[in-house]
Structure formats: structure tokens, C-alpha cells
């Protein structure tokens, strides 16, 4: 074992983590605020510095406050910033826009204030399941680094309908034969009620089926899909239709389907889209390309400023979208595309008045740059990654194109991790 170490804590790292510079790299120590004097035990290597966990805090940060959740760092992996006060909490996420912005060759651009979506708001989650000696099932999030399973009572971030089913969820799923040792349960409220798919690591039969069902039933969950690990996933259990509302459109997504991550989340990232575009002088009926368009979330608020071209990677997300279109009456198109291996080129492009564009956590490396070769005159970023969005955002300052809206939005509430809207115009 390491000895301990007395440090001061220099800044928050982008994993949450308290982080000091020392000779030998950076220490990152979770659960430490900045300005925290703290004794430390380094746990092993992590990247070009070390872990370590606090052994004592001898000198608190002001801003540290209790955390609401008693799974909190010790157990559950998935928050990592309960213990700091809103404001400088706010401040730090904010920052990382600001910051990404500044790498990107904007450093005047104006960074709206931080939107927050509130505690036990969060409308999806994929939960770990693991069974443990003796049969019993854990249930919740992976602990911090580690492939272990948080057994989780309740949740500070979820929406109470889904902590709800914890408890019976973990009953159920001690039952059943199919759970040999791990798996996944992915809930999604939709509002037609919960959705569940389940991942299993094997098979289920007739009277697991019977048992799926009764279990939906009595909880309230239309639909109980079912896939053997990474597997084709199927219908185990319907009762009747599931759907979610989205911007007036009716959408029927596919078991595990991406959902933005919190109701009010989602009305602030559509809010700033629409803001964004609305500073632009683009035609009344101008077209729209929605890139990344998952199920919809922004390309039905987009048809109220035009038609809407809507590409999206994932067949079952894709169906869903065009199928909600054709009800709604014509004004989205959905086209399956893998923007990655075929983005739109610039001949493409050019027929569109604005693209809007919301990748995956990576990125959009390639699309960024096509989108660099069109004339398409304005462009609306919607990022998970600060880092991501960094690098693309520099590719496009580099072709000619300036920050006109930036809008910092944590629904992601006490981890790490920011989702961002950022307008350019060229
Ligand atoms: C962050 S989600 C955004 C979805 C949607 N805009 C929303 O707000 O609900 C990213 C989407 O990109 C899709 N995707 C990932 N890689 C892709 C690719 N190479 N080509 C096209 N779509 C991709 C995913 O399936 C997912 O629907």
C-alpha cells in the first residue's frame, strides 16, 4: 500500500475528480473539492498521472455540502458531485463550455447561464444487474472504476416512478433463471408508463414470459422487451401501445430507444436550438437538415420553421421517426444514413438553409468537415462532450463560421458530463 499523502486540491478535472499537480503527474482524487487540503492514498495509475481517495479532509472546501443521497461515492459511481454547493457547482459546468469555446478560437462568444434540470427528473436508465452468492440480485449503477454493481435503494436523480421499481424489479429478476450472473435492465418512461428491456445472459421460456407479463401488469409497464446479451431484441410481454410525446408528434420508440435525458433537459436544448435559429435571417419556409435525428426530439419542433430532412444512423430509431411523420402530417422526412461512413456532402448540403446537428459523444468529425466544404450558412451544434465539441467547433471558426449563441445545459444533474447548444453562422 501506497503512503498517504497531504495535498491541496488545484481544480475540479473533467471526471469530477479533485486534481493536483505533484512530480510525479497528476493525482486525481474523487470526492475532493478544489482548495480542499486532504490527506490522500494513491490507489494505482490512471492515464499519465494516479488515483487516489480521500483518507481525511483537513481542511474543507466551503462549498462542500452534505449529499442528499447515502449511495453516494461510497457505493454508486454514477454521481460525482453531490457533496458542492449549486453555485460553484454551476460555475465549474458553465466553465467547461466557456473553456471549449476558447479552444475552439471563440473567446468573446457570450455563454448563456446554466440551465439545471431539478433532482428526480431523469426519464431513462440503464441499470446493472448482477447476482450475487447465495442468489440474491444487485440492481443499480457500476460502482466508481470498478465492474462491481451499486445495490441501489433509492436514486436522487431518477424519476421516482422508475425508483419505484427497484425494489420489485430486483425481486422479479432473483426469480428468474435467465439472470445467471449479470445483465442490464434499460427503463424508459415514456407516457404511455415505464418501458423495460432487459438484457439477459440467458434464455427465457414460456413461464418467464408469464412471469414478464404479470410483472408488467402489475406495475404498469405496457411493454417488457427482451434480448439474450447483445442479441436481437423482442417483444417478451406487450399489454398494449407505448408512446412519448414530442412536440406534438406521437412517437413509439424502439425498447432501449435514446430519449435526451430529463423532460426539462430536453424543452432548454429545444428551446436554445430554436433560439439559436431564430437569430438567424433564414427563409419562412426554408429546409432543415436534422443530422443525428434519433427519434424525432428535435426534428418536430424544427417543422415549425420549415421542412425538415431528418438523418439518423439506427433503423429501429429511424422507423419510429418516420412512422410518427407520416402521422403528423409530412413536414419531417426520415432517411436512414450512417453519417460517419457517408456524411452529407457538400452538393447535399447546400440545399439547406440551416443544419442542425446532434452527434453522438464523439463527435462529428467527418460531417463537420463536408459540412465546412458547403455553403450552408448556419449551423445549430447540439454536444454531449465538451471535448468533442471543442475540436468540431474549431474545424468549423477555421472555415469562416462564428459563435452567434451558446447554451450550457446540465441535465446530466451531479456528474461530470454537460450538454451544450452552440449556433455558428458563417
Ligand atoms: C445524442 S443522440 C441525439 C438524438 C436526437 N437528436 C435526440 O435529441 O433525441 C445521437 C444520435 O446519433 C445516432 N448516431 C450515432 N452514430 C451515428 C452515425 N454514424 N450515423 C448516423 N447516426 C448516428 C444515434 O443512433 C443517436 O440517435
Aim: proline share 7%; net charge positive; with cysteine.
Amino acid at each position: 500500500m501506497q503512503p498517504l499523502r497531504e495535498v491541496t486540491i488545484d481544480r475540479l478535472g473533467s471526471a469530477g475528480d479533485g486534481v493536483v499537480e505533484t512530480p510525479e503527474g497528476p493525482l486525481f482524487v474523487a470526492g475532493a473539492l478544489p482548495g480542499e487540503r486532504i490527506l490522500a492514498r494513491p490507489l494505482g495509475r490512471r492515464g499519465e498521472g494516479q488515483a487516489a481517495e480521500v483518507t481525511e479532509i483537513l481542511q474543507a472546501s466551503p462549498d462542500r455540502v452534505a449529499p442528499p443521497c447515502p449511495h453516494f461515492l461510497t457505493e454508486c459511481g454514477a454521481c460525482a458531485l453531490q457533496h458542492w454547493a449549486m453555485p460553484a457547482y454551476a460555475a465549474w459546468k458553465r466553465a467547461r463550455l466557456v473553456e471549449a469555446l476558447e479552444r475552439a478560437g471563440q473567446p468573446d462568444a457570450v455563454v448563456a447561464e446554466l440551465v439545471i434540470a431539478a433532482p428526480n427528473t431523469r426519464r431513462r436508465a440503464d441499470l446493472a444487474l448482477k447476482r450475487l452468492q447465495g442468489g440474491a440480485m444487485a440492481l443499480g449503477f457500476h460502482q466508481r472504476g470498478s465492474a462491481a454493481v451499486a445495490d441501489l435503494s433509492t436514486c436522487h436523480v431518477l424519476d421516482p416512478r422508475l425508483v419505484a421499481l427497484f425494489r420489485p424489479l430486483r425481486e422479479l429478476l432473483r426469480r428468474m433463471t435467465a439472470l445467471k450472473r449479470e445483465g442490464s435492465a434499460v427503463l424508459n418512461l415514456l407516457d404511455s408508463g415505464p418501458d423495460l428491456l432487459l438484457r439477459t445472459d440467458g434464455p427465457i421460456d414460456a413461464a418467464q414470459r408469464a412471469m414478464l407479463a404479470a410483472f408488467g401488469t402489475a406495475h404498469g409497464i405496457p411493454r417488457i422487451a427482451w434480448a439474450l446479451k447483445d442479441g436481437i431484441v423482442e417483444n417478451a410481454a406487450q399489454a398494449g401501445p407505448v408512446w412519448l410525446e414530442l412536440s406534438g408528434a406521437a412517437v413509439a420508440p424502439a425498447p432501449g430507444a435514446f430519449l435526451q435525458a430529463a423532460p426539462e433537459g430536453e424543452a432548454a436544448i429545444i428551446a436554445a436550438v430554436m433560439a439559436g435559429l431564430a437569430l438567424q435571417k433564414l427563409p419562412v419556409r426554408a429546409r432543415i437538415a436534422d443530422l443525428y435525428a434519433g427519434i424525432g426530439t428535435l426534428s418536430f419542433p424544427l417543422a415549425a420553421r420549415g421542412r425538415v430532412a431528418a438523418f439518423e444512423g439506427d433503423a429501429a430509431a429511424v422507423a419510429a421517426l418516420d412512422a410518427a411523420a407520416r402521422k403528423a402530417g409530412g413536414q419531417v422526412e426520415a432517411i436512414r444514413r450512417d453519417l460517419a461512413y457517408r456524411p452529407l456532402l457538400p452538393a447535399e448540403l447546400n440545399k439547406f438553409g440551416a443544419v442542425v446537428l446532434d452527434p453522438p459523444y464523439n463527435g462529428a468529425v467527418e460531417q463537420v468537415a463536408q459540412i465546412t466544404r458547403s455553403t450552408v450558412p448556419v449551423v445549430v451544434y447540439v454536444s454531449c462532450n465538451p471535448v468533442a465539441l471543442a475540436r468540431d467547433a474549431a474545424t468549423l471558426v477555421k472555415a469562416g463560421f462564428k459563435v452567434t449563441s451558446a447554451v450550457p445545459v446540465d441535465q446530466f444533474r451531479w456528474s461530470p458530463h454537460l450538454e451544450s447548444v452552440v449556433s455558428f453562422r458563417r
